[in-house]
């Protein structure tokens, strides 16, 4: 969907570096998420926002950070790049977690991460 | 919190073969359930999801009732093609800000 992207698409790092991932939507939605995709895990929850500087930690938030200046950008850092930060990520927005007990989300494309 | 177990996959099938993906959550409460899906390559997309129990989602040929006597919510599609060859999610809201948690994936392959 148009109503949301992520950027870049495709990054490699050298391991120690700092790195930043973009979601960018179009919607307006208040709440926007960070997930990281590994095989056997599904998708883990690393940081959640419901407002403009407002965010919480999810469960597998170590190591990184995020920050929200305005409503239509979340940006998820990895303050010192590690192997084990190899992975998928993906952002997801949702209009609000009310209407989000029937609602769903609307996830991005997706960033590959490869930390070497 | 709340949780979802999903079925191991891979799973293979041909085509037009049944498919039956399992999924069980534990909750408190009855919060709504989704199924999402993930071609190659892209993010996960809304399938179908139940809002109350004993609701039935459908979409696309695939469906899935809320069960709150076993805590199941299994997708089943009575006739898959090779297009539906993807990743299907079990997942549900938890926590405060009812982030949702999803299961670990079944990889699904069609053959024709």
């Known amino acids: 969907d148009a109503g949301i992207t992520q950027s870049p698409r495709h990054k490699v790092t050298e391991t120690g570096t700092p790195v930043t991932l973009r979601c960018h939507q179009t919607?307006?939605?208040?709440?926007m998420y960070w997930y990281r995709q590994d095989p056997g895990h599904g998708l883990r929850l690393i940081h959640y926002?419901?407002?403009?500087?407002?965010?919480d930690k999810g469960e597998v938030s170590d190591g990184y950070s995020v920050s929200r200046s305005k409503t239509e950008d979340f940006l998820l850092t990895l303050e010192s790049a590690t192997s084990s930060q190899t992975s998928v990520y993906f952002c997801a927005i949702s209009e609000s977690p009310d209407r989000g007990v029937g609602y769903g989300y609307t996830f991005g494309s997706g960033t590959r991460l490869t930390v070497v | 919190g709340n949780s979802v177990t999903q079925m191991e996959g891979p799973v293979t099938l041909s085509e037009e073969a049944f498919l039956t993906i399992n999924c069980t959550y534990t909750a408190t409460g009855y919060p709504s359930l989704f199924w999402y899906v993930q071609y190659p390559g892209e993010g996960l997309q809304l399938l179908l999801k139940a809002t109350k129990a004993d609701d039935k989602g459908s979409n696309k040929g695939f469906e899935a009732t809320y069960r709150k006597e076993t805590t199941s919510f299994h997708l089943e599609k009575g006739s898959v093609q090779v297009s539906d060859s993807a990743v299907y999610f079990c997942a549900l809201p938890s926590g405060s800000a009812r982030q949702l948690t999803f299961g670990s994936g079944t990889q699904l392959t069609v053959l024709p």
């Open positions: 926002s419901y407002g403009v500087k407002d965010t």
């Open positions: 919607e307006n939605h208040r709440y």
